[in-house]
């Protein structure tokens, strides 16, 4: 039985060299109250069109107003689903992540619980409070990009969670 808590060995096959790597500088300021927000080094608005536009650009991916969160947040959906409700934000929309308003420019979205607990420990996102209780265990917030090589990452990341909506596996386990 593996034991629990961030590993050292989570893959990333969507992400160059496979494995996540560390952020650079602290964590953001990030309120706990719902909705769960970004406060502080948010992202430019360039930058979030950047990764939204890269995201968009994945196979059935439809973008949309969001089903759970404020006014301005952007849904990214499959077009068609029918897989574990655990693999989304909102089951019933198809809903895999969503970017939220300019003002923030973080992203929420499921991933493997391992995959998370990774980019928790690499200081690339915080768990949503409701995570593992009320929503899905991998339920994150992951920070918004700071730079180009931030909109390369991100997007790596939220592909790893595209493919674990499709699939209902982490995309390194794939067979």
Known sequence: MPTPGPRSDVDWPTVTGGQLSARRGGHPRVSWSIPQ????????????????????ALPEVAVGPSHILVPGARALTL?????????FLVPSAHEFAHVHPSCDGSLHLVL???????????????????AGTRLSVGFVMVYGPRDDTEVRLI?????ASYLFAINGVASGELA
């Open 37 to 56: 927000q970004q406060l502080s080094e948010t992202a430019p608005a360039a930058l979030q069109e950047r990764l939204l536009n890269d995201i968009a």
């Open 79 to 87: 077009v068609d689903a029918n897989m574990s409700s655990e693999n």
């Open 112 to 130: 493997s619980a391992d995959q998370a607990a990774d980019l928790v420990a690499r200081g690339r996102e915080r768990m949503h409070p409701w």
């Open 155 to 159: 997007g790596q990341i939220v592909e």
